[in-house]
């Protein structure tokens, strides 16, 4: 009885100590964490390879990305087994939570010494996956056994009239996400020299307008990169936002989803640097995510003000007609 009553509770618990888990394990050095692993790896090796086939550098990478895959598959499932008892629980909302959970992940490991590979990011989300995967495919199997039959649900249809006028805002808001995501995406696809002579290109366009703003020492090409990539990002941010705001579909989830979205294009952005010979950081998907967020966050605060403009002048004409 106490566990059936505090399940969400004890869940939710299980969820942040295996956040704190991973987290914490990234948060180790070098030295340390080749400590563990090889403590691991001298469990592992007898019982896998047992006749010493597999070099000890081959089985030590592979047992650190199955590890990853590991923590993440359970992580995918306590949070599955979390929210099964709300009723706005969404697939894309959870896949956010692992993204971002695993970005984090990576940026720590940046910032004790370790190396922070995108490649892992990828690796954590298909572990995540299959953990997910594996709890809806028995709780699928449980609802079949419990009822035969399954009773339909009724489900409100929305108004899909949409003007004329407002269906081309939406062709438009559709090609603006599409040319940025070319734009960034096609910036990361340039080799390290011809990105550097166009950020450096910028840099003298832009250069006394940052002087104003930054002391002039601090004006350098790394922070051109920094603030293009958090513009960008911004940028297709406010586009998605505004994309869900004409579709007329502007709720806490669809908020989510824009940033599921956005973050989804920076771990991309940052894959592709990888095939580039570019540098290719976790840190930089956090930078990009955050201007995602402002996007979204300053598009939301002018739909908030449009929309209680509409209602202030709706009230003032009501009142009139009353007079």
């Known amino acids: 009885m106490f566990f059936k009553r505090n399940a969400r509770i004890l869940l939710t618990l299980m969820i942040a100590l295996m956040l704190l888990f991973i987290w914490s394990n990234s948060l180790l050095d070098?030295?340390?964490?080749?400590?563990?692993?090889?403590?691991?790896?001298?469990?592992?090796?007898?019982?896998?390879?047992?006749?010493?086939?597999?070099?000890?550098?081959?089985?030590?990478?592979?047992?650190?990305?199955?590890?990853?895959?590991?923590?993440?598959?359970?992580?995918?499932?306590?949070?599955?087994?979390?929210?099964?008892?709300?009723?706005?629980r969404n697939l894309w909302t959870l896949l956010l939570v692992v993204l971002l959970a695993a970005v984090i992940d990576e940026t720590i490991q940046f910032y004790t010494g370790r190396t922070s590979q995108l490649q892992d990011v990828w690796l954590d989300m298909v572990g995540a996956g299959i953990g997910m995967l594996l709890v809806y495919g028995v709780g699928c199997l449980a609802q079949k056994r419990e009822s035969a039959q399954v009773?339909?649900?009724?489900?409100?249809?929305?108004?899909?009239?949409?003007?004329?006028?407002?269906?081309?805002?939406i062709a438009v808001a559709c090609l603006l996400i599409a040319a940025t995501l070319g734009f960034i995406w096609g910036n990361s696809m340039n080799s390290r020299s011809e990105s550097q002579l166009l950020s450096l290109s910028v840099l003298r366009w832009i250069r006394p307008l940052l002087d104003a703003i930054f002391s002039p020492e601090n004006v350098t090409d790394h922070l051109v990169r920094k603030l293009a990539h958090f513009t960008e990002f911004g940028l297709l941010g406010a586009e998605l936002i505004w994309l869900t705001y004409?579709?007329?579909?502007?709720?806490?989830?669809?908020v989510l989803n824009c940033l599921l979205a956005g973050l989804s294009a920076a771990a991309i952005d940052e894959t592709i640097q990888i095939f580039s010979a570019r540098g290719s950081q976790a840190i930089d998907v956090l930078l990009d995510f955050g201007g995602v967020i402002t996007g979204v966050i300053v598009v939301l605060l002018v739909c908030l003000t449009i929309s209680v403009r509409k209602k202030t002048r709706t009230t003032h004409k009501s009142r009139n007609m009353e007079i």
């Open 30 to 88: 070098g030295e340390r964490s080749n400590a563990l692993s090889g403590w691991v790896e001298r469990w592992l090796k007898p019982l896998i390879d047992p006749q010493g086939k597999i070099p000890d550098k081959t089985f030590d990478y592979d047992v650190r990305k199955l590890a990853h895959m590991l923590e993440y598959a359970l992580l995918g499932a306590l949070l599955v087994f979390g929210t099964a008892q709300l009723k706005s």
């Open 151 to 169: 009773v339909p649900k009724q489900v409100k249809r929305e108004s899909a009239e949409i003007s004329k006028s407002r269906k081309a805002w």
């Open 246 to 254: 004409l579709l007329r579909k502007l709720r806490v989830q669809t």
